[in-house]
Structures are given as C-alpha cells and as structure tokens.
C-alpha cells in the first residue's frame, strides 16, 4: 500500500496569513493526488484534484502543486471560514490512502 | 441538486451485522463509481470499498475484506454496504462518496454524503 505522509499534523495561523501543507508518498504516485476540506462535524470536501486543478466552486485562494512523490496545498490568505482539517489522498492505486490529516487552526 | 443520503448506521453487538445504504439523486447514477470512506470518532478518513458503476467491479480495504459486501441498485439509485463480523475497530463515521470522472474506480471522490455512525458495543 502506498503511504501518505502530512505535515505538520496541526498548525496555528492568523487571517491574511499564507498557509502551506505538505503531503509526501512512499512512492511515486504522478500527480494522482487530491485535497479535501472536512470542516467540524460535516463531510469532506474536494478542493484540489490531480494536484493543482481547482474543484468548481472553491475560491481561487486554494492552490496545489507537486508531482512524484511531494505535494503542497496552499491557502494564499487563510480567512476564518478555512478553520478546518485538511486530507490528501492519493489516486495512483488502490487502496486509494489518505494522509493523516492537517488541523488549520486560526 | 446533487445528493447523497446515508441510512442504516446505528448500535450494533460485536460479531453482529448491519446494512448501509446510501441514496442519490440529482444525477445519473448509473454513469458513476461509488465508495464507502469511514471516519472513526477523532480520527481521520480511511478508505473502505468502491464499486464500478455497472457493479462488476468491486475492491475492499484489508481490513474489512471478507466481512463487507459492497453493492448497488441502480434502478433504486442506492449504494449499499452489507457488514458482518463487526467489531469495535469498525466503530466510524460512514460516509458514501461519487467518484468525479464517472467510470474509472480510482478518482477524486467529489460528492459526499453527510455519512452515518455506526457503533459496535455490547
């Protein structure tokens, strides 16, 4: 099974603040990855699939980017609503893994 | 409007069973493949099976391979997900989710169901 890999597992930032996560595979996976954003107490939500394509509907202050084995999601200027934990999933093969997760705290 | 609608998650003994299901609408369901993700109480999103969109095609997690079945109906416009054998290690959140590019099995998942508990205790 092919690993994902966060980090960090949690951060503290401020509004207007630039926020960057990472995601690393234990191999390479292309650009076969995905973000989602899972709020407290809802579902995921896809942001970012095939790791820089924008999802219809999320602001443009989302960015992804990497390819091979390192990934990067960024928020541009964290604004309050992006309180919220961050998962990366890997689409490469099954069984198709996610990262552990990074809680954004504001 | 596009939707996904979990049932079936509840309290359950240890050894027991219990069936899932997961009711779309809003868009073909037939022209998607469909997964279950489970999330145990503070933990994050495990993959659990996913099902082509014709049904012929199925893939389980290791670790619920041989107790889950995963299935759908595409008449109803239903997911479901039989579980046997449940223990407290599958406690979890369910959550039913679309696959966005339609046929393929392994695809971001961009349609999520607000998802059902399911609690294994005696």
């Known amino acids: 099974d092919i690993q994902m890999t966060q980090s960090p597992s949690s951060l503290s930032a401020s509004v207007g603040d630039r926020v960057t996560i990472t995601c690393r595979a234990s191999?390479?996976?292309?650009?076969?990855l995905n973000w989602y954003q899972q709020e407290p107490g809802k579902a995921p939500k896809l942001l970012i699939y095939?790791?820089?394509s924008l999802q219809s509907g999320v602001p443009s202050r989302f960015s992804g980017s990497g390819s091979g084995t390192d990934f990067t999601l960024t928020v541009s200027s964290l604004q309050p609503e992006d309180y919220a934990t961050y998962y990366c999933?890997?689409?490469?093969?099954?069984?198709?893994?996610f990262g552990g997760g990074t809680q954004v705290e504001i | 409007e596009v939707q996904l609608v979990e049932s079936g998650g509840g309290l359950v003994q240890p050894g027991g069973s219990l069936r899932l299901s997961c009711a779309a609408s809003?868009?073909?369901?037939?022209?998607?493949?469909m997964n279950w993700v489970r999330q145990a109480p503070g933990k994050g999103l495990e993959y659990v099976s996913v099902?082509?969109?014709?049904?012929?095609?199925?893939y389980y997690a290791n670790s619920v391979k041989g107790r889950f079945t995963i299935s759908r109906d595409n008449s109803k416009n239903t997911l479901y997900l039989q579980m046997g054998s449940l223990s407290p290690e599958d406690m979890a959140v369910y959550y039913c989710?679309?696959?966005?590019?339609?046929?393929?099995?392994?695809?971001?998942?961009?349609?999520w169901g607000q998802g059902t508990m399911v609690t294994v205790s005696s």
């Open positions: 809003g868009f073909t369901f037939s022209s998607y493949a």
């Open positions: 191999q390479s996976i292309n650009s076969y």
């Open positions: 999933q890997q689409t490469y093969s099954t069984p198709l893994t």
């Open positions: 099902i082509s969109n014709n049904g012929v095609s199925t």
């Open positions: 989710a679309r696959v966005s590019a339609g046929t393929t099995l392994s695809g971001a998942l961009d349609i």
């Open positions: 095939k790791a820089s």
